[in-house]
């Protein structure tokens, strides 16, 4: 009889599977520590989802949004240090538009001064038009793209103050509220924006020729402009769409907030998301993508930070600890071990077949 | 080449231009600060520049640093150069600058130290020193929350505080917190049962007050060390179907506007002041020292007050003030 064969060795081999056992690990702990840390109810107040595992897929939104573009810029072989700065700029931006009328620190209100389409639309064509320019700079320009988003990093945080001229922004208008603090239906509403994004990116990368454009550039620029691919091409739409997403990351985070904080807004944001596309599996070198892989080491760079908090890890131990659970889990993900795990699977195959 | 030569001595005439003060007979006073980091620190330089170009025969020289050592150090090697006549400093860090305050020293600049004091300094000369007491202001705001638990009889009743720190090693949390814990002793009734870093963001003090609310049952008092925290944790609470300010008490650090709006809106409870204002100081350190006053070495510290919902709680080194009788003369 011949069924499919469930081939261990290969999943072992997997550096996704790793991520999610990775996960599932860290969760167990919390769950022998505290088993209310899995418990969720229905918040009776306002209808919302209600628990700690809401609060790390919710908290994760921003990092898995600007991870799905990372994931493609480090397919390509590349790195994007701007998407930090860019969140900045974006939630700059969004409270500049609605707060226009602000003479110096009066009291916000639920009212926009610009319509709410603009404060929208504006923002993301900025962050865009900022995602091209690094492009640019890496397609046309030939610079390494180290260098080339880390001019926007530096200056973007600056641009981002000079738009709320240094002064932090705040307002009450509603519909901007549900944005980072609304729902639909029980679902958080930044849940419902991250998976929307996950799923259009999918099917972007996976039902069009996109995502082999992309790979095959990243392997070899010279060899798929030769093949027909304009590398060129697929470079600017990818680091624009970063930086589409980084400005959707951005209005969350200042929704969540009702408030742009340009100094701290988006700080480090570039970091994580390198982190997690590295977790979930994409090789710095380009290459190959995982964006289900990405979607996973952003939940735990999340989880991380949850447990942090929920368990009350002393605030001088924080960093230390995060470090410490990211290393095991880039040890896990290392090339002997996984090679030790699929060689050991294997050898069980062999025994039993034999 | 012509051009090019052109270009450059234009382009270093608008160097020298931008640094060069107006009237070489001025007092030229000069500033090297942080750079832009909070509404805090935007009053903070506004008070202190505005008072400087304010008075007459006075000439602002100013350095924003943006956050970066490196840059304040240059601009203090600047200053030296340009042989100005006073030195304001506040440094990012606390540790590094024995060297070139040995040289602003050598160069027998005056030296005023404002806010951030830097680690060394009994081993420099200043004329004057004045800055934020963070540990008077975290002893205050548990004694707030303390004595206004026993104006509303709950003196007695046991209570569960949770502390939501700043940047760790910043010296405004060290300083808080050690006021804060030791406070806490003051107020057996008061428990402590969570302690976290909120990073001084909005956006850390919700996220952390989110996970607190699941893992710790029955918190009563919040003490969030800065203002902008306390405001993310109440956007928290009530995601968590809680009253801010009624089922949990809340006291933030700094006074800025933003507070008091959520104090007269009922949705917190006590602010501590931590005032930028610091050019009155400024403006009669110098004019004592012109007047050839010698100072005290001591660090002072500003009269701070502490806003609440309706003022009157006692303690002991100064009584709160009711938030809304003072709205709407704060400017930050």
Same mark, same amino acid.
């Given at each position: 009889?011949?069924?499919?064969?469930?081939?261990?060795?290969?999943?072992?081999?997997?550096?996704?599977?790793?991520?999610?056992?990775?996960?599932?690990?860290?969760?167990?702990?919390?769950?022998?520590?505290?088993?209310?840390?899995?418990?969720?109810?229905?918040?009776?107040?306002?209808?919302?989802?209600?628990?700690?595992?809401?609060?790390?897929?919710?908290?994760?939104?921003?990092?898995?949004?600007?991870?799905?573009?990372?994931?493609?810029?480090?397919?390509?072989?590349?790195?994007?240090?701007?998407?930090?700065?860019?969140?900045?700029?974006?939630?700059?931006?969004?409270?500049?538009?609605?707060?226009?009328?602000?003479?110096?620190?009066?009291?916000?209100?639920?009212?926009?001064?610009?319509?709410?389409?603009?404060?929208?639309?504006?923002?993301?064509?900025?962050? +865009?038009?900022?995602?091209?320019?690094?492009?640019?700079?890496?397609?046309?320009?030939?610079?390494?793209?180290?260098?080339?988003?880390?001019?926007?990093?530096?200056?973007?945080?600056?641009?981002?103050?000079?738009?709320?001229?240094?002064?932090?922004? +705040? +307002?009450?208008?509603?519909?901007?509220?549900?944005?980072?603090?609304?729902?639909?239906?029980?679902?958080?509403?930044?849940?419902?924006?991250?998976?929307?994004?996950?799923?259009?990116?999918?099917?972007?990368?996976?039902?069009?020729?996109? /995502?082999?454009?992309?790979?095959?550039?990243?392997?070899?620029?010279?060899?798929?402009?030769?093949?027909?691919?304009?590398?060129?091409?697929?470079?600017?739409?990818?680091?624009?769409?970063?930086?589409?997403?980084?400005?959707?990351?951005?209005?969350?985070?200042?929704?969540?907030?009702?408030?742009?904080?340009?100094?701290?807004?988006?700080?480090?944001?570039?970091?994580?998301?390198?982190?997690?596309?590295?977790? /979930?599996?994409?090789?710095? +070198?380009?290459?190959?993508?995982?964006?289900?892989?990405?979607?996973?080491?952003?939940?735990?760079?999340?989880?991380?930070?949850?447990?942090?908090?929920?368990?009350?890890?002393?605030?001088?131990?924080?960093?230390?600890?995060?470090?410490?659970?990211?290393?095991?889990?880039?040890?896990?993900?290392?090339?002997?071990?996984?090679?030790?795990?699929?060689?050991?699977?294997?050898?069980?195959?062999?025994?039993?077949?034999? | 080449?012509?051009?090019?030569?052109?270009?450059? #001595?234009?382009?270093?005439?608008?160097?020298?231009?931008?640094?060069?003060?107006?009237?070489?007979?001025?007092?030229?006073?000069?500033?090297?600060?942080?750079?832009?980091?909070?509404?805090?620190?935007?009053? %903070? =330089?506004?008070?202190?520049?505005?008072?400087?170009?304010?008075?007459?025969?006075?000439?602002? &020289?100013?350095?924003?640093?943006?956050?970066?050592?490196?840059?304040?150090?240059?601009?203090?090697?600047?200053?030296?150069?340009?042989?100005?006549?006073?030195?304001?400093?506040?440094?990012?860090?606390?540790?590094?600058?024995?060297?070139?305050?040995?040289?602003?020293?050598?160069?027998?600049?005056?030296?005023?130290?404002?806010?951030?004091?830097?680690?060394?300094?009994?081993?420099?000369?200043?004329?004057? #020193?004045?800055?934020?007491?963070?540990?008077?202001?975290?002893?205050?705001?548990?004694?707030?929350?303390?004595?206004?638990?026993?104006?509303?009889?709950?003196?007695?009743?046991?209570?569960?505080?949770?502390?939501?720190?700043?940047?760790? !090693?910043?010296?405004?949390? =060290?300083?808080?917190?050690?006021? %804060?814990?030791?406070?806490?002793?003051?107020?057996?009734?008061?428990?402590?049962?969570?302690?976290?870093?909120?990073?001084? =963001?909005?956006?850390? !003090?919700?996220?952390?007050?989110?996970?607190?609310?699941?893992?710790?049952?029955?918190?009563?008092?919040?003490?969030?060390?800065?203002?902008?925290?306390?405001?993310?944790?109440?956007?928290?609470?009530?995601?968590? !179907?809680?009253?801010?300010?009624?089922?949990?008490?809340? &006291?933030?650090?700094?006074?800025?506007?933003?507070?008091?709006?959520?104090?007269?809106?009922?949705?917190?409870? #006590?602010?501590?002041?931590?005032?930028?204002?610091?050019?009155?100081?400024?403006?009669?350190?110098?004019?004592?020292?012109?007047?050839?006053?010698?100072?005290?070495?001591?660090? &002072?510290?500003?009269?701070?007050?502490?806003?609440?919902?309706?003022?009157?709680?006692?303690?002991? =080194?100064?009584?709160?003030?009711?938030?809304?009788?003072?709205?709407?003369?704060?400017?930050?």
């Amino acid at each position: 009889m011949k069924t499919k064969k469930f081939n261990w060795s290969q999943i072992t081999r997997s550096k996704i599977t790793w991520a999610i056992v990775a996960e599932i690990l860290i969760l167990l702990v919390c769950f022998i520590i505290r088993p209310d840390f899995f418990s969720i109810s229905i918040q009776p107040s306002t209808g919302v989802l209600y628990g700690s595992l809401i609060d790390i897929v919710n908290r994760s939104a921003e990092i898995t949004i600007i991870a799905m573009g990372m994931t493609l810029v480090i397919a390509l072989g590349g790195t994007d240090l701007s998407v930090g700065a860019l969140v900045a700029v974006s939630g700059a931006m969004a409270l500049k538009l609605m707060r226009w009328d602000v003479l110096e620190y009066n009291t916000p209100g639920d009212y926009t001064v610009y319509p709410f389409f603009l404060v929208l639309l504006l923002p993301l064509v900025t962050c +865009t038009l900022m995602g091209l320019f690094n492009g640019l700079l890496i397609a046309k320009g030939g610079m390494q793209p180290f260098i080339a988003t880390l001019i926007l990093m530096v200056s973007g945080r600056g641009i981002a103050q000079i738009l709320t001229n240094g002064k932090q922004f +705040t +307002t009450m208008y509603s519909p901007f509220r549900m944005i980072g603090q609304g729902n639909l239906g029980p679902i958080p509403m930044p849940i419902v924006i991250m998976v929307v994004i996950c799923i259009l990116m999918g099917i972007f990368v996976r039902k069009t020729a996109f /995502g082999t454009f992309v790979e095959s550039v990243g392997v070899n620029r010279s060899a798929s402009r030769l093949s027909g691919i304009s590398s060129d091409k697929v470079i600017l739409i990818v680091y624009a769409l970063t930086g589409l997403l980084a400005g959707i990351a951005g209005l969350i985070y200042s929704s969540r907030i009702m408030s742009n904080d340009s100094n701290n807004a988006g700080i480090n944001y570039e970091m994580d998301a390198i982190l997690a596309v590295v977790i /979930g599996g994409t090789a710095m +070198t380009g290459g190959k993508f995982s964006l289900v892989g990405t979607f996973v080491g952003s939940l735990i760079i999340r989880t991380i930070v949850t447990f942090v908090y929920y368990f009350g890890i002393v605030s001088e131990a924080t960093m230390a600890f995060k470090a410490l659970i990211i290393a095991v889990v880039i040890v896990l993900q290392s090339e002997p071990v996984r090679e030790y795990f699929a060689k050991r699977s294997e050898a069980r195959a062999a025994r039993k077949s034999a | 080449m012509m051009k090019k030569v052109l270009a450059g #001595a234009l382009a270093a005439a608008m160097c020298i231009g931008m640094v060069t003060p107006a009237f070489a007979d001025d007092l030229q006073i000069a500033f090297s600060q942080i750079g832009q980091e909070s509404d805090w620190r935007t009053a %903070n =330089t506004d008070s202190i520049n505005g008072t400087i170009e304010a008075h007459e025969g006075w000439t602002l &020289v100013y350095d924003d640093a943006q956050q970066k050592q490196e840059n304040q150090i240059k601009a203090l090697r600047n200053f030296i150069t340009q042989g100005v006549d006073y030195i304001l400093f506040t440094g990012v860090v606390s540790t590094g600058w024995e060297e070139v305050l040995a040289e602003v020293n050598e160069a027998e600049i005056p030296l005023i130290l404002i806010d951030r004091l830097p680690d060394c300094i009994d081993d420099i000369d200043y004329v004057a #020193a004045f800055g934020g007491d963070f540990v008077e202001e975290g002893r205050r705001q548990v004694a707030w929350a303390g004595e206004y638990l026993k104006s509303v009889g709950r003196g007695d009743e046991e209570v569960n505080v949770v502390i939501m720190e700043g940047t760790t !090693g910043a010296s405004a949390q =060290t300083g808080r917190t050690e006021g %804060n814990l030791a406070a806490l002793e003051e107020y057996p009734n008061m428990k402590l049962v969570g302690q976290q870093t909120g990073n001084f =963001t909005r956006a850390e !003090g919700q996220a952390v007050m989110e996970s607190w609310l699941k893992s710790i049952d029955d918190i009563d008092v919040l003490i969030a060390q800065n203002d902008d925290m306390a405001l993310g944790a109440i956007d928290a609470i009530k995601a968590a !179907g809680k009253v801010p300010g009624e089922d949990i008490i809340i &006291v933030g650090c700094d006074s800025v506007k933003a507070a008091f709006e959520a104090i007269v809106a009922g949705e917190m409870n #006590a602010t501590i002041e931590c005032t930028p204002l610091y050019g009155p100081f400024v403006e009669k350190t110098i004019e004592a020292l012109e007047n050839g006053e010698e100072m005290n070495k001591e660090i &002072v510290h500003p009269e701070e007050g502490v806003y609440d919902m309706d003022g009157g709680i006692d303690l002991g =080194t100064v009584v709160s003030v009711a938030a809304k009788d003072v709205i709407d003369e704060r400017i930050y």
